[in-house]
């Protein structure tokens, strides 16, 4: 009875230490990847929710907590509600392009595979260039005189805009830019996705009376490429929020504002007129946003694998 | 319900000529299987005959009518895919309602509101459903409307697939491989299941298949095919008992027929096998042959000095007993009762017969050669046995 006891104890101290043992080497080998997190992501996120509590300047010598009044200045900020309007309609303007005509480069690809190689590297190749590179050369095609878009269009008699300088055209220049380089990345997505997709499916369709392309669309293509979908809007919804370097280094959120977006303004307020604290608390705002639309994507990911 | 003729199909694939010259006619009701090793152009054949690759030659009659110019969603054809390709996003009803709705209802009234609000559709879908539900039944779905493919096993999904097809009560029905993805036992049932759906239905089946098994258990006609060209069309039996090939002999049958190399003596006889076959060869003497003898058609007995035992496989029911003929050195088997030269053990020294007018001769390219042989009268049997 008592050995028993003794025994029993024993093997649940041996199964005590291996689990233990167990524990360590999973804690050991996440370690890295922790460090890293802890290093690149939440150090800084917590920094900066820090700092935003505070009226903090960079290279000031004394700084004081000053509450939530950052964020109070921010709900009074026009320029802020502005750059906050301008990302959304940045947003709104280029996803549904850059997703749609990145399927349909893909469809026309799948569709027919002569040249497809071709077509594939030079839809692909703007995504390869540097955006502060390019934004030169854009710089040049859409100069109001010289530009190769005015010079085209006076060609049919029309007078284009300054499209960089006016107030009503710089936010869709800016996001042509963006959509002439994301749709080659969406592209590439979306020929991944058709690839997922059996060509029995096709064959099957035809058989039970798909004749027309859009029958066979609706029911093999599309519902095949749900989850590529859900993907390439959220990390286009992703970059489109992050614009940045064309507005950088174009137009420098002009004029008067009608171009700022929300990480231009953070950069300004916070590295042009070094209020840290300020733009600590619109990071954070910023940083809700993203998370966002990333809880959308998972929350329909759940719904979507169930 | 429908004939078929396939006539001088052929097909190439850049410079590989994948189908050459293939024809075949089958009548109403026929249960045809393709049979043939992986890559010798079954599912092509298949794909041209759904009407999904057109063929470079040859032409096509369903019921007697031309369908070669016709699309698949025309020919009055359903196919059953190796892969089942159901569609993942919708139900088993859905699944099988697919084929009625896409012929029935047209484009717009297939939007979600529209068959709510137009009665006409209304109707339409209340009779497509009661198809659907019939067909369902048949195959003992119906439990299982609601779910999706994925929620299904491999035999449930080949029945979601069967279903797809038979709901249209097509002419034909051309089925690829459609056991080749599920586990051996239930490939046993769903083979059993489909011929009794072939019965049932009375409609003219194509099966393809890689397994011959499938091919002499389920059909009427067995087409063998080989590097894109059909060997032989007959019945199963045929198939097995009078090749008119040696590949097709070699194909069918396991174990493998055995093949020994002789030579046409001078009245016709064979010599040089190594063992005693009466019977003469139409072929002129000298002419070197091959001899086919199905393992079950040799007749094993103890000592005689003719070959040596390398092995012996009991299976339950039979026993296979391989052997090396001194005369040639060419391996055989011979299956013989399980009981029978009880203790024969491995190197043991045998000899061997063939059952009277069972030999098959092939000349040196594999065609089959006549064979006469003596008619036996039974005292003579007996006294080989
Ligand atoms: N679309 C195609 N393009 C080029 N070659 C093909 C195509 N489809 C099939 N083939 C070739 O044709 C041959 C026969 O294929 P298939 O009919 O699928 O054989 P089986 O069904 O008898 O295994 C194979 O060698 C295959 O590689
Ligand atoms: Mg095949």
């Known amino acids: 009875m008592s050995a028993d006891v003794a025994l ?30 802890l290093a690149l992501i939440l150090i800084p996120t917590a920094s900066a929710a820090l700092l935003a509590l ?59 595979p002569t040249g497809r190689t071709a077509f594939r590297t030079i839809y692909f190749l703007p995504v390869t260039a540097l955006l502060v590179a390019m934004a030169t050369v854009w710089e040049f095609i859409l100069h109001p005189q010289l530009g190769l878009v005015n010079v085209a269009l006076r060609q049919i008699g029309i007078a284009g805009p300054d499209w960089l300088a006016s107030p009503d055209w710089v936010l869709a220049s800016l996001g042509f830019i963006f959509v002439w380089q994301q749709t080659g990345y969406n592209m590439i997505l979306f020929l ?8 029995e499916l096709y064959q099957a369709a035809r058989v039970d009376g798909a004749d027309r392309g859009v029958e066979r669309f609706t029911m093999v293509t599309w519902p095949g490429l749900a989850a590529t979908t859900l993907f ?75 | 319900m429908a004939s078929l003729e396939i006539d001088g199909v052929s097909k190439r694939y850049g410079d590989n000529l994948i189908l050459d010259g293939v024809s075949v006619d089958v009548p109403d009701g026929a249960f045809l299987t393709l049979v043939g090793p992986s890559g010798c152009g079954k599912s092509t054949l298949l794909r041209i005959l759904a009407g999904l690759e057109l063929q470079d030659a040859g032409s096509l009659r369903i019921g007697g009518h031309e369908v070669s110019h016709l699309r698949p969603s025309r020919r009055d054809i359903a196919m059953v895919f190796q892969s089942y390709a159901l569609y993942p996003h919708m139900t088993v009803a ?27 559709a209304r109707s339409t879908l209340a009779r497509i459903d009661a198809e659907v539900q019939a067909a369902m039944e048949m195959l003992g779905l119906t439990s299982l409307a609601e779910r999706r493919p994925v929620q299904l096993s491999g035999g449930q999904r080949q029945r979601v697939a069967l279903g ?49 098994i499938e091919a002499m258990t389920m059909s009427t006609h067995v087409a063998v095919m080989m590097e894109g060209r059909l060997l032989q069309v007959a019945t199963p039996s045929e198939i097995y008992a009078d090749p008119a090939d040696l590949r097709v002999a070699e194909f069918i049958g396991s174990p493998k ?21 009466s019977g003469s060869v139409a072929a002129a003497p000298g002419t070197a042959v091959q001899l086919g003898l199905r393992p079950e058609h040799l007749i094993l007995r103890r000592g005689g000095g003719r070959g040596t035992v390398s092995a012996i496989e009991d299976t339950g029911p039979e026993r296979f007993v391989s052997l090396v003929l001194d005369a040639s050195d060419a391996p055989v088997v011979a299956r013989v009762a399980p009981d029978h030269c009880a203790g024969l053990r491995v190197g043991d020294d045998v000899s061997l017969a063939v059952l009277p007018g069972k030999a098959l001769v092939f000349d040196h390219a594999g065609a089959r050669l006549g064979f006469d042989h003596p008619a036996m009268t039974p005292g003579e049997f007996d006294h080989v046995r």
Request: proline share 4%; no cysteine; net charge positive.
């Open chain 1, 192 to 199: 991944a996705g058709l690839k997922g997709i059996s060509p």
């Open chain 2, 257 to 277: 027929i055995n093949v020994l190399p002789a030579r046409v003596g001078a009245d016709g006889t064979l010599t040089g096998v190594g063992l005693p076959v």
């Open chain 1, 8 to 37: 029993s104890t024993r093997l649940g101290r041996a199964k005590r230490l291996r689990r233990l043992a167990e524990a360590a080497t999973g804690w050991g080998l996440a370690l890295p990847a922790a460090v890293l997190m």
């Open chain 2, 94 to 120: 859905q699944n099988i309602a697919i084929p009625l709705i896409l012929r029935r209802l047209p484009l717009w009234q297939r939007l979600p509101l529209m068959a709510r609000l137009l009665p006409q």
């Open chain 1, 54 to 112: 505070t009226d903090y300047q960079l290279g000031a010598r004394r700084v004081s907590f000053i509450g939530a009044a950052n964020f109070v200045e921010m709900w009074r900020d026009r320029v802020f509600w502005q750059a906050f309007a301008n990302t959304l309609i940045y947003t709104a303007l280029t996803v549904p392009l850059s997703v749609g005509l990145g399927l349909g480069a893909a469809l026309l690809i799948e569709a027919d």
């Open chain 1, 232 to 306: 390439v809007t959220v990390i286009t919804t992703l970059y489109s929020f992050r614009v940045f370097d064309t507005v950088a280094a174009l137009t420098q959120g002009g004029p008067s504002n009608a171009s700022n977006v929300l990480l231009y303004n953070i950069y300004r307020e916070g590295f042009v007129y070094l209020r840290t604290g300020y733009a600590s608390a619109m990071t954070l705002v910023f940083l809700a946003l993203i998370l966002m639309v990333a809880m959308v994507q998972m929350r329909a990911r759940r719904g979507h694998s169930a």
């Open chain 2, 164 to 212: 797809r097809a038979l709901v249209r009560q097509p002419a034909v029905f051309l089925l690829d491989e459609p056991l080749s993805n599920l586990d051996a036992k239930l490939r046993v049932h769903m083979r059993s299941e489909i011929a009794q759906l072939h019965g049932r239905l009375g409609t003219t089946f194509v099966y393809v298949t890689h397994d011959q």
